[in-house]
């Protein structure tokens, strides 16, 4: 629906820049300030137009399969051959959404992640705090957004950036299952 929004206003915003420049050219009076500014705010909504049809485009991420987070869990899945990617979220945080929508959603990502004997467990700290609190034990900065990847050549884990790239993240893993 936000795609439909933003082109129908977007083509609106060119056709009323077309309209003016006819109408400048025909010797209306039109302030000349007044096309670069549509002009102007006609890119800024196709910017956003094209942003939001390419992610919607990645719709693979759908199929990841995100288990509560367990930590119990975690050396029994580590030594049955299994990696364990945590990511510890919160609804407020930014960051924690960006990593999401700009990294995790992102198919190399997503294939990596699907890419067999991958456990995938969340925790929101918005939820679950108090939760959530005893997994960080010694962490230097606990707090959202965190993520950690296990694996049978991590068994204590990696800790990634608070800004995570793809390469983070697939490097992680790929080190986690011993391929890197």
């Known amino acids: 629906m936000i795609l439909t929004l933003s082109t129908l206003m977007t083509l609106l915003l060119v056709t009323a820049v077309v309209a003016l420049i006819i109408a400048r050219s025909k010797g209306k009076p039109i302030p000349l300030a007044v096309i670069p500014v549509i002009g102007l705010m006609a890119l800024m909504v196709g910017s956003?137009?094209?942003?939001v049809h390419r992610a919607s485009d990645q719709q693979d991420y759908r199929e990841l399969l995100w288990q509560p987070l367990a930590v119990d869990k975690i050396p029994m899945l580590v030594q049955g051959g299994y990696t364990v990617f945590v990511?510890?979220?919160?609804?407020?945080?930014?960051?924690?959404?960006?990593?999401?929508?700009?990294?995790?959603?992102?198919?190399?990502?997503?294939s990596t992640l699907l890419?067999?004997?991958?456990?995938?467990?969340?925790?929101?700290?918005?939820?679950?705090?108090?939760?959530?609190?005893?997994?960080?034990?010694?962490?230097?900065?606990?707090?959202?957004?965190?993520?950690?990847?296990?694996g049978p050549s991590l068994p204590k884990g990696r800790i990634l950036p608070g800004e995570l790239s793809e390469k983070d993240v697939i490097t992680a893993i790929h080190a986690a299952k011993g391929h890197g």
């Open 115 to 150: 890419s067999g004997k991958v456990v995938l467990m969340q925790a929101n700290w918005s939820q679950e705090a108090e939760r959530i609190a005893p997994y960080y034990g010694n962490v230097a900065a606990p707090g959202a957004p965190f993520n950690k990847v296990y």
């Open 48 to 51: 956003a137009t094209y942003f």
């Open 87 to 110: 990511d510890l979220h919160s609804d407020w945080c930014m960051a924690c959404q960006t990593n999401r929508v700009g990294v995790l959603h992102r198919p190399e990502v997503v």
